[in-house]
C-alpha cells in the first residue's frame, strides 16, 4: 500500500498529464516577474506613479508600497503577494492589492505575464487549459471598488500627504514598455483582453500547451457585467486562445435578490441580465457558487442562470437532493483544495481539524459528481496544479492541529503535505478526465482530449504496473 503511494507520487512528480480549468491569470503571475517589475519601476523613481501608499480594506490601512519597497529578494515578494497560512478572506483580497497596481493598463507587461502562465502550465504537464481573468480589472481605472467618480484614473495614493507629494513631481515620463498610443492613455478592457491573447498565443506556440479563455464578470462591479458578456461574445471564434466562456467571480453576493428592485444596474440585476444575454447567445457559463454560501446559490447557478460548471460548490454537500439534480444534470464540479482551506470555502469541525479525508470533494464524488482539482489561485495561495494533485493523494494522516498548522504553513514547491485527502490513483486519473470532458470547447475536440490523455495514463499505467 504504502509502496503504490510512493509510486503515485513518483508518477505526480514526473508529470501526471494535467487539465485546469479553474484558475484565475491575475491569481497566477509569475512572482519573479513580478518582483523585477516592482524594482525597476522604484529603481527609475516611478513606484509612486503606480503603487499606493496605503491602502484601506476592510477598515484596515495596508502600507502597500512601503512592503513592496522592503522586499529585497523574489522569496520576498512572494511571500508578500500570498496569504499562505493566514486563513483569512481579507488576507486573500490583500495579496491582490499588492500586484493589481503594478500591472494595471501595462500592456507588454500584461502579455508577459499570460505567455509565462503558459510556461508555468506546461511546466506541470498541463495539456489544456482555461485561465479566466476580468480584462476590466487590469485595465486603467480597473479598481477593486465600485468608485462613483474618477473611474477613468489611475490608483492614487489615498493619504494627503501622499497627494501633495503626486502634485509635487514631474509629469509621469512614458513607460519604456508601452507603445506612444497608449502610454498612460486610458488603457481599456479591449487592449487588455487583445494583450493577454498575444501572450496565451505565444506561450500555446511555444509550449504546446491548448489555452482558451473565460472572461469573468466581477460581483463588486456589476458596472462592467454585459460589456464582459458583449466581449465573450466578439471573441468566441477569435482561436487560437479564444474565449469559451463566462463566470462571475469576486463572492457571491450578487446572487441574493434584493428586498427593494434595484433595476438592471444594481448587483443582482445587472449579473442577472448578463447571464441572460450570455445564455441567449448560447456562451458557456461557469459560476463561482456554493463556496462560503450555503446550496441555494449552486441550485440558481445551474438551474436559474445556466451554469454547467460550478467554481466550488462544496457546500452543495449541504442538500443531497440539490445535489443529486446537479449530478443528474451532469454539472461539473471545479474543486480547489488549498483555496477552500485558506478562504474558509471548507469550514466547520473538519476543517478545524484539518481533516482532509472529509473534505467536501470526497462527498461529491461519493455522489458521483463530475469533479476536478484546481489551483484556483496558485501564486495567492503559494500552489501549484501539482501540489493540488499532491494534497489530493496524500492519505490522510491523524496529528495534533499545531503540527499539522506546521506542515500547512511550510508545506510547497512539490513537497507533500504530512496529510491529504486520501483519493486513489484511478480517482485522480478520473478527475483529469472529467476535466477533459466538460472543457468548453466543441464535442469533437473534447473527444480528443479525452483519447490522447487515455492514451497517456496508459502509457503511465505500463510504468506504475512495472514499478509496483
Ligand atoms: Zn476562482
Known amino acids: ?174 513607460s519604456e514598455h508601452a507603445s506612444a498610443a497608449s502610454a498612460r492613455a486610458a488603457v481599456d478592457a479591449e487592449a487588455v483582453y487583445q494583450a493577454v491573447t498575444r501572450g496565451l498565443r505565444r506561450g500555446q506556440l511555444r509550449f504546446g500547451v491548448t489555452v482558451n479563455q473565460i472572461l469573468c464578470m466581477l460581483a463588486f462591479r456589476p458596472d462592467w457585467a454585459l460589456d464582459t458578456v458583449r466581449m465573450a461574445n466578439a471573441h468566441r471564434k477569435h482561436g487560437p486562445c479564444a474565449v469559451v466562456g463566462v463566470d462571475v467571480a469576486g463572492g457571491e453576493e450578487w446572487f441574493k435578490r434584493p428586498a427593494v428592485p434595484e433595476g438592471e444596474i444594481g448587483m443582482h440585476g445587472a449579473h442577472v441580465r448578463a447571464l441572460a444575454k450570455a445564455q441567449e447567445l448560447k456562451l458557456n457559463v461557469t459560476l463561482h457558487a456554493g463556496e462560503d454560501t450555503d446550496a441555494s446559490n449552486v441550485g440558481a447557478a445551474v438551474f436559474e442562470h445556466g451554469a454547467m460548471r460550478i467554481g466550488h460548490g462544496y457546500h452543495l454537500v449541504d442538500d443531497p437532493g440539490l445535489l443529486a439534480r446537479c449530478v443528474a444534470k451532469g454539472v461539473h464540479f471545479e474543486c480547489c483544495p488549498t483555496s477552500s482551506f485558506e478562504t474558509g470555502g471548507w469550514s466547520g469541525e473538519s476543517s478545524e481539524r484539518m481533516d482532509w479525508s472529509s473534505h467536501p470533494l470526497k462527498s461529491l464524488l461519493a455522489a458521483g459528481a463530475s469533479v476536478g482539482l484546481n489551483s484556483d489561485d496558485p501564486a495567492v495561495f503559494a500552489t501549484s496544479l501539482t501540489d493540488e494533485l499532491l494534497l489530493a493523494a496524500t492519505p490522510a494522516a491523524r496529528h495534533g492541529r499545531q503540527g499539522a498548522e506546521k506542515a500547512w504553513s511550510a508545506g510547497a514547491g512539490g513537497l507533500p503535505p504530512s496529510s491529504g485527502v486520501g483519493l486513489r490513483y484511478d480517482e485522480l486519473v478520473k478527475a483529469t478526465l472529467d476535466a477533459a470532458d466538460a472543457a468548453f470547447v466543441p464535442r469533437a475536440e473534447r473527444a480528443a482530449l479525452r483519447a490522447s490523455l487515455e492514451a497517456r495514463f496508459m502509457a503511465l499505467e505500463k510504468v506504475r504496473g512495472s514499478a509496483l
Open 1 to 174: 500500500m504504502r509502496r503504490g503511494f510512493i509510486t503515485v507520487m513518483h508518477i505526480l512528480r514526473c508529470g501526471l498529464t494535467q487539465v485546469e480549468l479553474h484558475v484565475h491569470l491575475d491569481g497566477a503571475f509569475d512572482e519573479l516577474v513580478m518582483f523585477a517589475e516592482a524594482k525597476a519601476l522604484q529603481a527609475s523613481g516611478r513606484a509612486h506613479n503606480f503603487l499606493p501608499e496605503n491602502v484601506t480594506l476592510f477598515g484596515e490601512t495596508y502600507p502597500v508600497r512601503r512592503a513592496v519597497e522592503g522586499c529585497s529578494s523574489g522569496q520576498d515578494f512572494k511571500r508578500l503577494a500570498s496569504c499562505k497560512g493566514k486563513r483569512s478572506l481579507h488576507a486573500m483580497f490583500r495579496c491582490f492589492e499588492i500586484f493589481l497596481p503594478i500591472v494595471r493598463g501595462r500592456l507588454p507587461l500584461i502579455e508577459e505575464l499570460a505567455f509565462r502562465f503558459v510556461e508555468r502550465q506546461a511546466a506541470q504537464s498541463v495539456v489544456y487549459t482555461e485561465v479566466r481573468y476580468s480584462p476590466h480589472l487590469l485595465a486603467d481605472g480597473g479598481l477593486m471598488v465600485l468608485q462613483t467618480d474618477d473611474m477613468e484614473g489611475s490608483p492614487r495614493p489615498v493619504d494627503s500627504d501622499d497627494e501633495e507629494e503626486e502634485t509635487a513631481l514631474p509629469p509621469v515620463p512614458m
